[in-house]
């Protein structure tokens, strides 16, 4: 089973900076070798969560236009590294885009899956599980990605409405986006069944229940045959007492937030929450045995260095367009509204490069005014605005964010 890493100069996708339709708060322009960077800007850069940050349901939050066009104007780089997703990077840039009125592109841009791109080479070929986000969605996202045989909860519920008593409720659902399976479900012969290779919660579940009953069978199949049980679990004598022991399926988690920012004016839950839901699943399945699985986004480590290498991509290319000194990278600017992932990632992160990331708490998101974050960043603000304006005072940066 392939393993997350960082990602190579090669993993990123070359697509030439375009100038977009802009918002009329902010004026077009492109990167051209006659606009010069000073040296004091190449030195640091930032990274934008985006829910709660520079969005709230869809809508800009006030200042957060203003933000990102002082930075697109001054050239000074920086990505959006969301624990969002759902979507296909390409879709989401473009709505980023015309909402936020600055030219975005997959170059700048790292959501909660888009580290899976690099499983594909072990993957590519073998069938695979995709749930959460909205109907067929994800299994979209992964087959842009390269997977070529993909399976979502809808497709096994729709084949095989006795795998879940309460099937009915969401029928019409997914009715409308599912696929006839690779391999028919086959309880009497497994040899000729739909057996899955890996299971990947791309997005928030929308339906928990049958989710987790779906990763639930898989974990205890065996060698992932849906509708099969492994005689080793619970066997005392094997590591884990039996459990996930059979070539069962591994399992990917894209991020684990438990709490993030909607127009509801109190955070609500998120993928972490459904992960959690699925672990006292598990918990009280095998008596509390270790649950194997891989997560990944902030405030993982391995997304921290994936994002890290795409600012450095990006920033060498806008730099060096420029006609810009592109040194070390010696800064970064981590803008967040949740302690627990935007905090907590940024002041654990140890970059392998030196690079300093720090840490900026804005107030219009999960973080509440008036508590204690549980970790603690650099700095706490109003807004994502006013973290620009204190970063780039931070530098020295004789310009003026108004």
């Not at 902030?298 to 997304?303: G, R, V, Y």
């Not at 994002?307 to 060498?316: G, H």
Request: proline fraction near 7%.
């Amino acid at each position: 089973m392939p393993h997350l890493t960082t990602p190579s100069a090669q993993s990123l996708p070359p697509s030439p900076h375009s100038v977009l339709k802009m918002a009329p708060h902010s004026k077009q322009r492109r990167f051209s070798s006659s606009s010069v960077v000073p040296d004091s800007v190449s030195g640091f850069a930032f990274a934008f969560d985006i829910d709660g940050v520079l969005l709230r349901s869809a809508a800009p939050i006030p200042g957060a236009p203003e933000a990102l066009a002082f930075l697109y104007n001054h050239n000074i780089p920086f990505i959006l590294l969301t624990n969002g997703g759902g979507k296909h990077e390409s879709a989401r840039v473009a709505e980023l885009s015309k909402k936020l009125g600055v030219p975005l592109t997959e170059e700048n841009f790292v959501q909660s899956h888009t580290p899976f791109k690099q499983l594909v080479g072990g993957l590519q070929d073998k069938t695979i599980l995709v749930t959460g986000g909205d109907g067929d969605q994800c299994r979209k996202v992964a087959e842009k990605y390269g997977f070529k045989n993909v399976v979502t909860p809808g497709d096994i519920i729709m084949e095989c409405p006795a795998i879940w008593p309460f099937n009915q409720i969401f029928s019409d659902y997914y009715k409308s986006a599912t696929r006839p399976l690779p391999t028919p479900i086959n309880h009497t012969n497994p040899a000729h069944s739909l057996k899955i290779d890996a299971v990947f919660v791309f997005n928030d579940p929308r339906d928990w229940a049958l989710d987790t009953q779906i990763i639930l069978d898989l974990l205890l199949s065996k060698n992932g045959v849906l509708g099969t049980t492994s005689e080793k679990n619970g066997d005392p004598s094997l590591p884990n007492n039996g459990w996930q022991q059979d070539g069962q399926p591994q399992l990917f988690f894209s991020n684990p937030d438990l709490f993030w920012a909607t127009s509801y004016h109190m955070a609500r839950l998120g993928q972490g929450g459904f992960q959690a839901s699925l672990q006292g699943v598990w918990d009280a399945t095998t008596n509390g045995a270790a649950l194997k699985r891989t997560i990944i986004g902030k405030p993982h480590a391995a997304t921290y260095e994936y994002a890290e290498r795409v600012l450095d991509k990006y920033r060498a290319q806008m730099l060096g367009a420029h006609g810009g000194r592109v040194g070390q990278l010696d800064r970064v600017f981590m803008v967040g509204d949740n302690p627990e992932s935007d905090i907590r990632g940024a002041n654990d992160f140890k970059s392998a490069h030196g690079t300093e990331w720090t840490s900026i708490l804005v107030k219009t998101g999960v973080f509440q005014d008036g508590t204690k974050p549980a970790y603690k960043p650099k700095v706490v603000v109003n807004d994502v605005l006013e973290a620009v304006k204190w970063a780039v005072h931070q530098q020295g940066w004789k310009g003026k964010a108004e």
